[in-house]
């Protein structure tokens, strides 16, 4: 762990202790140097030293000498080597003088050696720094005059004697130096303050023959210091101090950059503990232009009358790009580091003082060793030629990283994990030539060991073969192209397929996925990219069906009630070019509903951008209440013309400040929310035969004073059929209407007739409210015999006498003005009797029941007469599975949840709307197009729920009586393709 610890230092009996500074010769030989003071030393300071020998510290035999029975400070120290240690610091000669202390440790004791003094005034040292025996420099302060103003103070050992150097000051200011640090004889950099109409910072260079100012910059107009300089080359250099702002007297820290032309500040980090406001960086120590540390305290508020009493360690690193702060280990409520020194890479010391338990004042030691850095995992190894993968390392030894390389080239950046930056970075790759690379990471204790990242160039596709299969999907494919070696997916269009051979970089072999029919871009996907589409990466699946669904929330705000909006360009929509003349029956099925009372949802389906057909569902009467929309059309197509088939959505009217949704629930949670699927379906029949029939019609109805029993055709011109049957088979009858009253109260049933007779019939609700349309699906199948003629027609009726009031079919118009209302259709598909038959259909004209529901846990709605059992095909094929109740409810505020489940697991629902009111059933609908595998299939049955708990409460299925007999619910599977 890259962390500080504390190593046990020693103390000068009971007396108030503090280390100052620190010079290190190695790891194993170090001396800090200091002050003690106490009773036994009568309250003044006396000059303290303390060894590091590589193990512990301990106060050395032979102390530094005092040079007087008043104070003796000693402010820092420099080593040359074991035996040529030096410190410097100042003593008070008595009334109030005071005079340059410097002291040398020679290998076995410490000696005051002669140091200069300017005349008159005081003199002090802060700063010492040394380049060999013969060139050794200390730095700070003197008085021309007592009480006048301070002139810098710069002194050198030649080897034989110290002599005082001439420097430069700021005119007219006070000018102080605190700290020296030389990178050669001809390269030293000296720091501190000068005070004139305001506190600047003061940075002073000698270039080998004379010292000279140079400019540094300052924050703000409040007061900056620098108490301490570390020199590197010539071009790069570091000084840290603090910088006062002049709105609320606290102090930041302050850090300044050389870089051979000119001084900078360089962003630097502050704490914020609670009541700690200043932040001071009393020293550095910097090692490489990666590497640099920092360190000083942050105290709670002071004036110049009333000190602070409280500080807080203050470390920070710099990694070659940004300052970071490391945790600190504090001792006390007192802490400060006033020096910090790097006695190998990786290795850092740093010293200051704690007040103990009692409240004395003790010397402070603390180390930080980095490990070198090692990675155990992480994920993305691999990546474009182009670079910008993010790749997560996880490891240990993180926290004081310099460099992330991949090969020789760094990452183009790197960060930190912000709760565990020790053990995890992610690292951007930059761009590197296809092939894999060793991948380090590097701190100042070194180099990991290498793992690994791969580069990839972007894959080509240059061929499919063959250039087309049957939409079923499962026939053996070809992938040709460059670089395709390490795919992760193949796509067919929007299908992804993730399991598949690379016999190379030049080919991929596969089995083909089911797919709607249409012509797709095949891609493929490596670490390196995906493939460019274009003419050489199509291909065709073959058939007559498809069927997108999405099982996403949408929301449309502000609809201004004309336009239509897309409601999911990827996912709702289909292009194909059919391969022979055809017609195409194209359904929508979504969940509508409404966030605001008042604005009712027309949903829709545009083939090349125009308007073909299209519902308005009700939310006329509440909100926040689904209901189970279904649109239908036929469509006729032409050879060899593309075509794209959308499904759309709008308001029926301006709706600013209004939303509109599609998609019930969720009704599950993990991994994504699941809501009721919303479902583009698309069926290709011949341009003529038997196998399609329609009747359709852009008319609005009314059907005044029903009595709510007779059953009166809707449009027997428009909205009828002939139909002669031929062969043997099973019809499958849909009626689609937008149904609404003018007055509320009183709902409206729709039947398809055959012959006179009705054979299915649903109620749609208006009970609720009025001039609010439900996009009502009748569903009905009936067996017809060879040659026979079948008359088909849509019925309608109130569901109780209903003098005096008017119901009615067709929303709209639209356009606006116009007298096309939303199309009312009456469909017929039909299928011969086969073995294994093609179509299995399950009715009931029961009425259910469902109390209590919990609003999670499906039920079948009738285990013997909704469900069907024993599906078996030899070969895959589609299923096409709808099924069709009137829903209601007797208790408002919950609604009615209808799905399809194919053995025990949901693959259709919708939510139908009884939030508004009571009594008032809709005609619910949900349809599906399912893959079916060889086998056999258990089961597929009709489940109901309400949409939330509901304790007390009970929905219902089956609308009526009608002489005697509800209205049907009904379950109907089409196996299309199956053998």
Same mark, same amino acid.
């Given at each position: 762990?890259?962390?500080?610890?504390?190593? +046990?230092?020693?103390?000068?009996?009971?007396?108030?202790?503090?280390?100052?500074?620190?010079?290190?010769?190695?790891?194993?030989?170090?001396?800090?140097?200091?002050?003690?003071?106490?009773?036994?030393?009568?309250?003044?300071?006396?000059?303290?030293?303390?060894?590091?020998?590589?193990?512990?510290?301990?106060?050395?035999?032979?102390?530094?000498?005092?040079?007087?029975?008043?104070?003796?400070?000693?402010?820092?120290?420099? +080593?040359?080597?074991?035996?040529?240690?030096?410190?410097?610091?100042?003593?008070?000669?008595?009334?109030?003088?005071?005079?340059?202390?410097?002291?040398?440790?020679?290998?076995?004791?410490?000696?005051?050696?002669?140091?200069?003094?300017?005349?008159?005034?005081?003199?002090?040292?802060?700063?010492?720094?040394?380049?060999?025996?013969?060139?050794?420099?200390?730095?700070?302060?003197?008085?021309?005059?007592? &009480?006048?103003?301070?002139?810098?103070?710069?002194?050198?050992?030649?080897?034989?004697?110290?002599?005082?150097?001439?420097?430069?000051?700021?005119?007219?200011?006070?000018?102080?130096?605190?700290?020296?640090?030389?990178?050669?004889?001809?390269?030293?950099?000296?720091?501190?303050?000068?005070?004139?109409?305001?506190?600047?910072?003061?940075?002073?260079?000698?270039?080998?023959?004379?010292?000279?100012?140079?400019?540094?910059?300052?924050?703000?107009?409040?007061?900056?210091?620098?108490?301490?300089?570390?020199?590197?080359?010539?071009?790069?250099?570091?000084?840290?101090?603090?910088?006062?702002?002049?709105?609320?007297?606290?102090?930041?820290?302050?850090?300044?950059?050389?870089?051979?032309?000119?001084?900078?500040?360089?962003?630097?980090?502050?704490?914020?503990?609670? &009541?700690?406001?200043?932040?001071?960086?009393?020293?550095?120590?910097?090692?490489?232009?990666?590497?640099?540390?920092?360190?000083?305290?942050?105290?709670?508020?002071?004036?110049?009358?009333?000190?602070?009493?409280?500080?807080?360690?203050?470390?920070?690193?710099?990694?070659?790009?940004?300052?970071?702060?490391?945790?600190?280990?504090?001792?006390?409520?007192?802490?400060?580091?006033?020096?910090?020194?790097?006695?190998?890479?990786?290795?850092?010391?740093?010293?200051? !003082?704690?007040?103990?338990?009692?409240?004395?004042?003790?010397?402070?030691?603390?180390?930080?060793?980095?490990?070198?850095?090692?990675?155990?995992?992480?994920?993305?190894?691999? &990546?474009?030629?182009?670079?910008?993968?993010?790749?997560?390392?996880?490891?240990?030894?993180?926290?004081?990283?310099?460099?992330?390389?991949?090969?020789?080239?760094?990452?183009?950046?790197?960060?930190?994990?912000?709760?565990?930056?020790?053990?995890?970075?992610?690292?951007?790759?930059?761009?590197?030539?296809?092939?894999?690379?060793?991948?380090?990471?590097?701190?100042?204790?070194?180099?990991?060991?290498?793992?690994?990242?791969?580069?990839?160039?972007?894959?080509?596709?240059?061929?499919?073969?063959?250039?087309?299969?049957?939409?079923?999907?499962?026939?053996?494919?070809?992938?040709?192209?460059?670089?395709?070696?390490?795919?992760?997916?193949?796509?067919?269009?929007?299908?992804?397929?993730?399991?598949?051979?690379?016999?190379?970089?030049?080919?991929?072999?596969?089995?083909?996925?089911?797919?709607?029919?249409?012509?797709?871009?095949?891609?493929?996907?490596?670490?390196?990219?995906?493939?460019?589409?274009?003419?050489?990466?199509?291909?065709?699946?073959?058939?007559?069906?498809?069927?997108?669904?999405?099982?996403?929330?949408?929301?449309?705000?502000?609809? !201004?009630? +004309?336009?239509?909006?897309?409601? !999911?360009?990827?996912?709702?929509?289909?292009?194909?070019?059919?391969?022979?003349?055809?017609?195409?029956?194209?359904?929508?099925? +979504?969940?509508?509903?409404?966030?605001?009372?008042?604005?009712?949802?027309?949903?829709?389906?545009?083939?090349?951008?125009?308007?073909?057909?299209?519902?308005?569902?009700?939310?006329?009467?509440?909100?926040?209440?689904?209901?189970?929309?279904?649109?239908? %059309?036929?469509?006729?197509?032409?050879?060899?013309?593309?075509?794209?088939?959308?499904?759309?959505?709008? %308001?029926?009217?301006?709706?600013?400040?209004?939303?509109?949704?599609?998609?019930?629930?969720?009704?599950?949670?993990?991994?994504?929310?699941?809501?009721?699927?919303?479902?583009?379906?698309?069926?290709?029949?011949?341009?003529?035969?038997?196998?399609?029939?329609?009747?359709?019609?852009?008319?609005?109805?009314?059907?005044?004073?029903?009595?709510?029993?007779?059953?009166?055709?809707?449009?027997?011109?428009?909205?009828?059929?002939?139909?002669?049957?031929?062969?043997?088979?099973?019809?499958?009858?849909?009626?689609?209407?937008?149904?609404?009253?003018?007055?509320?109260?009183?709902?409206?049933?729709?039947?398809?007739?055959?012959?006179?007779?009705?054979?299915?019939?649903?109620?749609?609700?208006?009970?609720?409210?009025?001039?609010?349309?439900?996009?009502?699906?009748?569903?009905?199948?009936?067996?017809?015999?060879?040659?026979?003629?079948?008359?088909?027609?849509?019925?309608?009726?109130?569901?109780?006498?209903?003098?005096?009031?008017?119901?009615?079919? &067709?929303?709209?118009?639209?356009?606006?003005?116009?007298?096309?209302?939303?199309?009312?259709?009456?469909?017929?598909?039909?299928?011969?009797?086969?073995?294994?038959?093609?179509?299995?259909?399950?009715?009931?004209?029961?009425?259910?029941?469902?109390?209590?529901?919990?609003?999670?846990?499906?039920?079948?709605?009738?285990?013997?007469?909704?469900?069907?059992?024993?599906?078996?095909?030899?070969?895959?094929?589609?299923?096409?599975?709808?099924?069709?109740?009137?829903?209601?409810?007797?208790?408002?505020?919950?609604?009615?949840?209808?799905?399809?489940?194919?053995?025990?697991?949901?693959?259709?629902?919708?939510?139908?709307?009884?939030?508004?009111?009571?009594?008032?059933?809709?005609?619910?609908?949900?349809?599906?197009?399912?893959?079916?595998?060889?086998?056999?299939?258990?089961?597929?049955?009709?489940?109901?729920?309400?949409?939330?708990?509901?304790?007390?409460?009970?929905?219902?299925?089956?609308?009526?009586?009608?002489?005697?007999?509800?209205?049907?619910?009904?379950?109907?599977?089409?196996?299309?393709?199956?053998?």
């Amino acid at each position: 762990m890259s962390s500080w610890n504390a190593a +046990a230092s020693p103390n000068q009996g009971s007396a108030h202790n503090l280390l100052t500074a620190i010079a290190p010769i190695s790891t194993g030989d170090a001396w800090a140097v200091g002050i003690f003071r106490g009773s036994a030393t009568n309250g003044v300071d006396k000059t303290m030293a303390v060894h590091w020998d590589g193990s512990s510290w301990s106060l050395s035999g032979s102390q530094p000498e005092n040079l007087s029975t008043s104070d003796n400070d000693l402010n820092a120290a420099a +080593a040359v080597s074991s035996n040529n240690v030096w410190a410097v610091g100042d003593y008070n000669s008595g009334a109030g003088l005071w005079q340059t202390m410097i002291q040398q440790w020679n290998g076995t004791t410490w000696k005051t050696v002669p140091s200069a003094n300017r005349p008159s005034g005081s003199n002090f040292l802060f700063g010492a720094a040394a380049t060999g025996p013969t060139d050794v420099w200390a730095v700070g302060y003197y008085y021309a005059v007592a &009480g006048g103003t301070r002139s810098t103070l710069i002194e050198h050992f030649n080897g034989t004697s110290w002599s005082t150097v001439t420097s430069p000051n700021v005119p007219s200011a006070s000018n102080s130096l605190f700290a020296v640090s030389a990178s050669s004889p001809t390269d030293v950099w000296a720091v501190g303050r000068s005070l004139g109409t305001a506190e600047r910072t003061l940075i002073e260079h000698y270039d080998g023959s004379t010292w000279r100012i140079v400019p540094s910059p300052n924050t703000g107009s409040g007061a900056n210091d620098l108490f301490s300089v570390s020199v590197l080359s010539s071009n790069a250099a570091w000084a840290v101090g603090d910088s006062v702002s002049p709105t609320t007297g606290h102090a930041s820290t302050l850090v300044e950059q050389w870089d051979g032309s000119a001084w900078s500040i360089v962003p630097s980090p502050n704490v914020n503990y609670a &009541g700690l406001p200043d932040n001071y960086f009393f020293s550095i120590a910097a090692t490489s232009p990666t590497s640099a540390w920092a360190v000083g305290a942050s105290y709670s508020p002071s004036t110049p009358t009333t000190p602070p009493t409280t500080a807080q360690l203050l470390t920070a690193h710099w990694n070659g790009s940004a300052w970071s702060i490391p945790p600190e280990l504090q001792t006390s409520g007192w802490n400060e580091f006033n020096g910090v020194a790097v006695t190998a890479p990786g290795n850092v010391w740093a010293v200051g !003082d704690f007040v103990d338990n009692i409240g004395t004042l003790e010397t402070l030691t603390e180390n930080l060793c980095v490990p070198v850095p090692t990675i155990t995992g992480g994920s993305n190894g691999s &990546g474009p030629v182009a670079g910008g993968t993010e790749v997560t390392l996880i490891g240990s030894g993180f926290r004081f990283v310099s460099a992330v390389n991949f090969g020789s080239v760094p990452a183009r950046s790197f960060t930190w994990d912000p709760y565990d930056p020790d053990r995890f970075i992610k690292a951007i790759a930059p761009p590197g030539p296809a092939g894999t690379v060793p991948l380090t990471v590097t701190n100042d204790a070194g180099v990991s060991q290498p793992s690994s990242f791969t580069y990839y160039r972007r894959p080509v596709v240059t061929g499919v073969s063959p250039g087309h299969a049957p939409e079923i999907g499962g026939n053996s494919i070809t992938i040709t192209g460059s670089d395709l070696r390490g795919a992760t997916r193949v796509n067919f269009g929007e299908v992804g397929l993730l399991y598949f051979g690379v016999n190379a970089d030049g080919s991929i072999t596969l089995d083909s996925p089911p797919h709607c029919i249409g012509t797709v871009d095949v891609t493929v996907t490596t670490p390196g990219g995906t493939s460019a589409i274009g003419s050489a990466d199509l291909f065709t699946f073959d058939g007559d069906l498809c069927s997108k669904a999405s099982t996403k929330q949408y929301m449309l705000p502000n609809s !201004d009630g +004309a336009s239509w909006v897309e409601m !999911d360009p990827d996912l709702l929509s289909v292009t194909l070019t059919p391969s022979s003349e055809t017609r195409a029956l194209i359904s929508g099925n +979504a969940d509508l509903w409404t966030l605001t009372a008042g604005y009712n949802q027309d949903l829709g389906i545009t083939v090349n951008g125009s308007l073909v057909a299209w519902k308005e569902s009700g939310g006329f009467a509440g909100t926040f209440s689904p209901n189970a929309a279904f649109v239908q %059309t036929v469509v006729p197509m032409t050879v060899g013309v593309t075509y794209r088939v959308a499904l759309v959505w709008k %308001t029926n009217k301006p709706a600013s400040g209004a939303t509109i949704a599609a998609g019930a629930g969720p009704i599950a949670a993990y991994p994504d929310p699941t809501f009721s699927p919303t479902r583009l379906n698309l069926s290709l029949f011949p341009a003529t035969g038997a196998s399609l029939a329609t009747a359709t019609s852009t008319a609005q109805y009314f059907l005044p004073n029903s009595d709510g029993t007779t059953w009166t055709d809707l449009d027997p011109g428009q909205l009828g059929l002939t139909y002669v049957a031929p062969a043997d088979g099973t019809a499958i009858l849909g009626g689609n209407a937008d149904l609404w009253t003018s007055r509320a109260g009183f709902n409206q049933d729709l039947a398809i007739a055959v012959n006179g007779s009705v054979v299915a019939w649903k109620e749609s609700g208006g009970f609720a409210g009025t001039f609010s349309p439900n996009a009502a699906f009748v569903l009905g199948a009936v067996h017809m015999r060879s040659g026979a003629t079948y008359k088909l027609s849509l019925q309608w009726k109130a569901n109780q006498d209903a003098e005096g009031a008017t119901i009615a079919a &067709g929303a709209g118009p639209i356009p606006s003005g116009s007298s096309t209302y939303s199309p009312t259709r009456l469909t017929l598909l039909f299928y011969p009797t086969t073995t294994p038959a093609l179509i299995k259909d399950a009715v009931s004209t029961q009425q259910y029941s469902l109390p209590n529901s919990d609003g999670h846990t499906w039920q079948r709605i009738d285990p013997t007469l909704l469900s069907i059992n024993n599906i078996s095909t030899r070969t895959p094929c589609f299923l096409v599975v709808r099924a069709n109740a009137d829903l209601w409810t007797d208790t408002p505020g919950y609604n009615q949840d209808l799905a399809i489940a194919m053995s025990a697991y949901l693959i259709g629902w919708k939510e139908s709307g009884g939030f508004a009111g009571t009594y008032s059933p809709n005609a619910a609908y949900v349809e599906g197009t399912f893959l079916l595998p060889p086998g056999q299939m258990d089961i597929i049955d009709l489940e109901w729920k309400a949409n939330r708990n509901a304790p007390g409460a009970t929905i219902w299925a089956g609308a009526g009586p009608v002489s005697g007999q509800f209205s049907p619910t009904r379950l109907t599977v089409e196996l299309l393709g199956c053998t």
